[in-house]
């Protein structure tokens, strides 16, 4: 069982704006970066956001990601159909000594 | 352009050893100042990380395995692989390797592989 919770599903149109929430600990989020991970299973996992909130380049900037104390979240603006995969956020967590993922948010575009 | 890609058998048996390597192509292990690490997806579910090995050599295991996993680098082959010892069903996982700075996620991802453990 993750110690980074996630809801399970999120959903928007195309064009809106979606926000999935990721939260954690002081073990974890609270004192350590927080990673976005992009994923359609039997894939390559993509690194959306690295340190909280800086894209990595060839990321649009549809993608955004912001951390307030023991909690973070990932905003895509713009939906797109292709945006319709799942999403991880991701940290360091000082007590288990080791990288943990969120429980991962399946993302619907209706 | 640094590329990853696994390798390994895709049939293992239950209370045997899984052996994975990662071939590095596109940059030299030894020369590199990124940490390498092992990332498996068990069928239905999420992501979980399993280790990571860095420059100095320092490791880092998902404690939840239970010191079954052995993380290391063999620079001759530029390649990184995983020892997971004892399989059960529930090792069963489409196995990933990746890399990253250190202080950054993982930017770099192999395209995974499959393994099945069962008798």
């Known amino acids: 069982q993750s110690v980074l919770t996630q809801p399970p599903s999120a959903s928007g149109t195309p064009g809106q704006r979606v926000t999935i929430s990721c939260s954690g600990s002081?073990?974890?989020?609270?004192?350590?970066?927080v990673n976005w991970y992009q994923h359609l299973p039997g894939t390559a996992p993509k690194l959306l956001i690295s340190s909280n909130n800086q894209r990595p380049s060839g990321v649009p900037d549809r993608f955004s990601g912001s951390k307030s104390g023991t909690s973070a979240s990932l905003a895509i603006s713009g939906l797109l159909s292709e945006d319709e995969v799942d999403y991880y956020c991701?940290?360091?967590?000082?007590?288990?000594?080791?990288?943990?993922f969120g429980t991962g948010t399946k993302v619907t575009v209706l | 352009q640094m590329q990853l890609q696994e390798s390994g058998p895709g049939l293992v048996k239950p209370s045997e050893t899984l052996s994975l390597s990662c071939t590095v192509s596109g940059g030299s292990i030894s020369s590199s100042t990124n940490y390498w690490g092992w990332i498996r997806q068990p069928p239905g579910k999420g992501l979980e990380w399993m280790g990571s090995i860095y420059n100095s050599g320092s490791t880092y295991d998902n404690m939840s395995l239970k010191s079954r996993g052995t993380i290391f680098v063999d620079t001759s082959k530029n390649q990184f692989s995983l020892k997971l010892s004892s399989v059960t069903a529930a090792d069963t996982a489409v196995y990933y390797c990746a890399t990253g700075s250190p202080g950054d996620g993982m930017d770099v991802w192999g395209q995974g592989t499959t393994v099945i453990v069962s008798s």
């Open positions: 002081s073990s974890n989020i609270g004192r350590n970066a």
């Open positions: 991701a940290a360091w967590d000082g007590s288990l000594h080791g990288y943990v």
